[in-house]
């Protein structure tokens, strides 16, 4: 079976009627957790944004509150999935201004994380690539938010 192009699937998708494309959705929903939960924020969150940021960042503060810290593999293991989450999230919203401050925040709390200060390497890795994923998403953005961000990644 060969799959069809996205611009295939567009034009049949405007052929099908409302209620059968209501159950293609459902029926897509039902195979893997990921698309459930990119159609709970398209049909919930994406209208609130802002909301969206926060609930996210309070899961982020939850989790590396839990990060288990009794040696440095288990942390590490903890922290990239942690990262594995925010990223999908990212996903989900499609929008530079939320990668950035989702990551902003990952970023500072890393930065707040122990391990960091004792010099550990690959947190230290994982640290700086994601200030230069910011870096370089901030760089498409319009030119006051440049400025704003460009403060907050300064103060990282």
Do not use: W
Request: glycine share 2%; net charge neutral; hydrophobic share 35%.
């Amino acid at each position: 079976m060969d799959t069809a192009s996205l611009s295939e699937l567009k034009k049949e998708l405007q052929t099908i009627p409302q209620k059968v494309l209501i159950e293609h959705l459902l029926r897509i929903s039902k195979y893997k957790k990921e698309n459930k939960e990119l159609l709970s924020y398209l049909l919930f969150e994406s209208h609130d944004e802002q909301g969206f940021i926060s609930s996210v960042q309070q899961m982020m503060d939850t989790a590396f509150d839990e990060v288990n810290d009794s040696n440095s593999y288990l942390a590490k293991k903890s922290i990239r999935k942690i990262l594995r989450t925010v990223t999908k999230y990212i996903k989900y919203s499609g929008k530079k201004e939320t990668e950035i401050e989702l990551l902003i925040h990952f970023c500072r709390r890393l930065k707040e994380y122990d391990l960091v200060q004792y010099r550990n390497i690959v947190l230290l890795n994982i640290y700086d690539r994601q200030l230069a994923k910011i870096g370089k998403s901030i760089l498409t953005l319009h030119e006051d938010l440049q400025y704003d961000y460009q403060q907050m990644l300064a103060e990282l």
